[in-house]
């Protein structure tokens, strides 16, 4: 699956931003997707997912309450809806996915997708 994510750019501390990742396949074929998210100088960490057929949803501690994940299966995509963004939400956005079923999957992990888009980058203002 090939994934393209878009809606990066700059934004002042305190505003809202929404990424969309469209993958290649049809969104409801999807097992999962979510967003991974990495600073300058630091690893790559989980930001948010959903479990296409269940609608469960994750989100990391450090954004739950300000971020949303949503799917819309018409348009094929996936958002990520960011609010109340700080500094430390700089980072460079990736969108992932997964195919299929796989007993015991984890979605804040990195191994439980595979595939992912080339990244977008957010880049947050004070």
């Known amino acids: 699956v090939q994934l393209q994510a878009s809606g990066g750019g700059l934004v002042q501390a305190g505003g809202p931003l929404r990424l969309s990742c469209a993958p290649s396949?049809?969104?409801?074929?999807?097992?999962?997707m979510g967003w991974f998210r990495q600073a300058p100088g630091k690893e790559r960490e989980f930001v948010a997912a959903?479990?296409?057929?269940?609608?469960?949803?994750y989100y990391a501690a450090s954004v739950n309450g300000r971020f949303t994940i949503s799917g819309d299966d018409a348009k094929n995509t996936v958002y990520l809806q960011m609010n109340s963004l700080n500094s430390e939400d700089t980072a460079v956005y990736y969108c992932?996915?997964?195919?299929?079923?796989?007993?015991?999957?984890?979605?804040?992990?990195?191994?439980?997708?595979?595939?992912w888009g080339q990244g977008t980058q957010v880049t947050v203002s004070s």
């Open positions: 396949e049809r969104t409801f074929m999807m097992y999962a």
């Open positions: 959903v479990k296409w057929s269940a609608a469960t949803k």
């Open positions: 992932a996915a997964r195919r299929q079923y796989t007993q015991g999957w984890d979605a804040t992990k990195e191994p439980a997708y595979d595939s």
